[in-house]
């Protein structure tokens, strides 16, 4: 199974509401992470959990924040998101992140914050 | 400036044609990464390049570490194959984490 999943594939919400998204991977992988695309632009990189442990944590907002609640599972929780928010969010994950491996990326989720 | 470039930004071939897109880095690099995505999101690695050519069915990458260049070649172009092909290097000493070109979209017409 190389497969990462990642739910729901689109999202709605308004800027008052508390929603989460989640990502599933059974590969064994040890490392995880969160990207926020824009249209036409590369991903950005959010998050890294190497481990279970929060590793990387790019200068994002607290509006974000994420969780490993084990190997397998990644969420990102949103709370009080701005319109300009509103973007493709990737998950994807490694055997590890000490050195150079192939990612494998979920198809995401296309959030709008209305 | 960023340190992985990508040339061109816009590429639409015939299908049939042979096309290449170029990757230039300026950073000491443990490997470069080409991937795929289609419209709609999701992003597929084709290849993981520290040294010499891959090649998986009509792709061929190539990497010349002494001059931090490298290059995705399609053979016998298809429009299946259009895409926006975005090349992301990891750096020698900051691990698994991926710096991101801007990408090449790719539109092969029939």
């Known amino acids: 199974d190389t497969e990462v999943t990642q739910t729901p594939k689109h999202l709605v919400m308004g800027m008052t509401n508390k929603k989460s998204l989640k990502c599933e991977q059974h590969m064994g992988h040890r490392a995880m992470y969160w990207y926020k695309q824009k249209a036409k632009k590369p991903p950005e990189l959010m998050f890294v959990?190497?481990?279970?442990?929060?590793?990387i944590n790019e200068s994002v907002p607290s509006r974000f924040s994420p969780e490993c609640p084990n190997s397998s599972l990644l969420n990102l929780h949103l709370h009080a998101l701005q319109p300009e928010d509103s973007a493709l969010y990737l998950c994807?994950?490694?055997?590890?992140?000490?050195?150079?491996?192939?990612?494998?990326f979920g198809p995401g989720t296309r959030l709008t914050v209305t | 400036k960023n340190e992985v470039e990508q040339s061109p930004q816009n590429l639409t071939a015939q299908e049939g044609e042979f096309i290449t897109i170029n990757c230039s880095y300026s950073v000491g690099i443990s490997a470069l990464h080409w991937l795929q995505q289609h419209p709609g999101g999701g992003i597929v690695s084709l290849f993981m390049?520290?040294?010499g050519k891959k090649k998986h069915g009509r792709l061929i990458a190539t990497i010349n570490i002494q001059e931090k260049h490298s290059s995705l070649h399609i053979t016998a172009s298809h429009p299946r194959d259009s895409a926006v092909y975005i090349c992301a290097v990891s750096h020698s000493n900051t691990g698994n984490q991926f710096y991101f070109g801007t990408g090449t979209s790719l539109t092969v017409i029939p």
């Open positions: 994807a994950s490694s055997q590890g992140e000490d050195c150079a491996y192939e990612q494998y």
């Open positions: 959990y190497s481990y279970e442990k929060l590793s």
């Open positions: 390049l520290s040294s």
